[in-house]
């Protein structure tokens, strides 16, 4: 540090530079501290424009291929493409020298050495989101396959069929495209009325299936009752939120546990997760069906009804009522302190109930704890 002594010979009046210096030194501070000030503000600028659930996805991805699955996209038509994250082992590297070789990798149609498992989402988030809990607990004893709906992820089609039947009709098109004959459908809510459907038309193919938080169909007064209940004057309003509150709303009945994420989460969730609004809106519109239509399928195959105990939307009652529909075949677990999400609110028991049933299928395969 420099001092300066009035008293001395060497007063400031003969040193005519400092101050000048001083002063250089005073605005280059303030200008370097300007300078950082600005940088940090632009920085959060940055960070605020950067999507937190959108960042989180390559994390997810990595996941996923550490779990053994990779994704990959087939054409079911012409104009209709589904694509469905598939076990590794099925899938054949893209060769370099060729030169029509791409980038993508292909699938080489072994026969699955390990039983088949289709994990079928719902309709608040595409494949992987939703079983993101559940793929890894799976992978060393089943072949995987999680698909992404029509019109999640990157599935689409141009067709104007927006029913339950067309995507399980399209979902079969392409596991039999890879070279699957036989496979065990897990469904969860949306996902789950799809896996009826393939189990309904497809006997020979679905071996069993297990369903959480879904029905058979969604009679309309079904959805009446429900949404009544909930304090919601659709099926749109509920499921397809368009603001903070809205998205806030449908968390609070789909989890029994109150969890809290700040309002950004919230509205990066909505930016990343709701697109293709339209048609998913007719999707919503393409399942409910009237009392009248709807005759209870006679199911050669096993159904367990897999059930948070606090389900506000398809509740406890209206599950054990299915299940007497269903008949000797259909088995009902209950998982305490969860609600309609509890494949993602008890991850580690719903895994153990799941992996309890899919080994009575194979007695040979033991479920790992």
């Known amino acids: 540090m420099l001092t300066f002594n009035a008293n001395t ?34 920085k959060n600028r940055q960070v605020e424009m950067v999507n937190l659930v959108a960042a989180q996805k390559p994390l997810l991805l990595c996941l996923m291929k550490m779990a053994g699955i990779r994704p990959h996209t087939i054409e079911i038509e012409p104009g209709t493409v589904m694509n469905i994250w598939v076990p590794c082992e099925t899938l054949k590297k893209p060769n370099k020298k060729s030169e029509k070789s791409t980038t993508e990798y292909q699938i080489t149609k072994p026969k699955p050495t390990k039983p088949v498992v289709i994990l079928v989402h719902g309709f608040a988030a595409e494949g992987i989101v939703t079983w993101q809990f559940q793929v890894g607990s799976l992978a060393k004893k089943y072949s995987v396959y999680v698909p992404d709906l029509l019109f999640f992820g990157g599935s689409t089609t141009n067709s104007p069929d927006r029913s339950p039947t067309f995507q399980a009709e399209c979902l079969l098109k392409g596991l039999r495209k890879m070279g699957i004959e036989r496979c065990t459908v897990v469904g969860f809510s949306y996902g789950g009325m799809v896996a009826f459907k393939m189990a309904e038309m497809y006997p020979e193919f679905v071996e069993a299936v297990v369903i959480s938080g879904s029905i058979l169909a969604m009679t309309d007064s079904i959805s009446n009752e429900t949404l009544e209940s909930l304090g919601f004057s659709s099926s749109a309003q509920l499921l397809l939120p368009n603001t903070v509150k809205e998205c806030k709303a449908l968390l609070k009945v789909a989890a029994h546990k109150k969890l809290w994420f700040p309002n950004r989460l919230h509205r990066d969730f909505l930016e990343v997760m709701f697109n293709n609004r339209k048609e998913r809106a007719e999707l919503l519109e393409g399942l409910v069906v009237t009392n009248k239509d709807v005759a209870i399928p006679k199911f050669p195959q096993r159904i367990h009804l897999l059930w948070g105990e606090k389900d506000q939307i398809f509740k406890l009652e209206l599950a054990q009522k299915m299940k007497e529909q269903l008949g000797d075949k259909a088995t009902f677990e209950d998982i305490t302190k969860a609600g309609h999400l509890v494949h993602v609110e008890r991850p580690c028991v719903y895994n153990r109930c799941l992996k309890k049933f899919l080994a009575s299928l194979h007695a040979d395969i033991k479920p790992k704890k």
């Open 9 to 42: 010979t060497h007063s400031n009046q003969h040193q005519p530079w400092i101050f000048p210096c001083l002063k250089t030194l005073s605005c280059s501070a303030h200008q370097s501290h300007t300078h950082k000030r600005k940088t940090r503000t632009r």
